[in-house]
């Protein structure tokens, strides 16, 4: 099992950027796949983006390519989301989530962080 700790959310203004962390316990943190999601009020919890434990591949959401970017650190046991050119429909409360050796392309995840605010100001 593996707990996750999101931390770097906050209020920043329309084409700022921000920088998400997650920090996951246990020894296993290479084994998984990582995904960011995001839940705004009155809207369903949505992937942003996922970064393969296999081969380091990523996925994003449509809306944020070429803005966001993940990354993941297995010697540090973190995956940070980079988000830049911020838009107000950015948003949310962030999710970070992992699933043991999973498909990134299934957005199904077992582990759930408790989720850190950005608020987009325009």
């Known amino acids: 099992q593996v707990q996750l700790v999101e931390s770097g959310g906050g209020l920043v203004q329309a084409g700022g950027s921000l920088r998400l962390s997650c920090a996951a316990s246990?020894?296993?943190?290479?084994?998984?796949?990582m995904g960011w999601f995001r839940q705004a009020p009155g809207k369903e919890r949505e992937i942003v983006a996922a970064?393969?434990?296999?081969?380091?591949?990523?996925l994003y959401r449509d809306s944020v390519k070429g803005r966001f970017t993940i990354s993941r650190d297995n010697a540090k046991n973190t995956v940070v989301l980079q988000m830049n050119s911020l838009k107000p429909e950015d948003t949310a409360v962030y999710y970070c989530?992992?699933?043991?050796?999973?498909?990134?392309?299934?957005?199904?995840?077992?582990?759930w962080g408790q989720g850190t605010q950005v608020t987009v100001s325009s």
């Open positions: 989530a992992a699933k043991l050796r999973g498909i990134i392309n299934i957005p199904l995840y077992d582990y």
């Open positions: 970064i393969s434990w296999s081969n380091g591949g990523t």
């Open positions: 246990g020894p296993t943190f290479s084994r998984y796949t």
